[in-house]
């Protein structure tokens, strides 16, 4: 079965950096967009980032772009996020996803932003 495991997720300050991982197995990574989506406490989940079957595209939304940068190794099936210039707002429980609403996603990473 479809199988998402993220890691890299901590306490960080404001202005600080982070890379979040994540391992895929039970599907054919290299066939798929892949995918990071956040969920902040009390709200819905929301799309931050996608990555097209080789890597050679990816788009990010506005709230994060020039901050974090997406990246996969489809010989290791491992998906990345590079998280600079971390804010407050970006605290929030981070999945890897197969599908850019989240239907298809891992147990998360937490990322706290905070001083």
């Known amino acids: 079965q479809v199988r998402l495991v993220e890691s890299g997720g901590g306490l960080v300050q404001p202005g600080g950096s982070l890379r979040l991982s994540c391992v895929a197995s039970?599907?054919?990574?290299?066939?798929?967009?892949m995918y990071w989506v956040r969920q902040a406490p009390g709200k819905g989940i929301e799309w931050v980032s996608g990555?097209?079957?080789?890597?050679?595209?990816?788009e990010y939304a506005d709230s994060v772009k020039g901050r974090f940068t997406i990246s996969r190794d489809n010989a290791k099936n491992t998906l990345d996020l590079q998280m600079n210039n971390l804010k407050p707002e970006d605290t929030a429980l981070y999945y890897c996803?197969?599908?850019?609403?989240?239907?298809?996603r891992g147990q998360g990473t937490q990322v706290t932003v905070s001083s």
């Open positions: 996803a197969r599908d850019k609403s989240g239907t298809t």
């Open positions: 039970g599907f054919t990574f290299r066939n798929y967009w």
């Open positions: 990555i097209s079957f080789g890597g050679e595209g990816s």
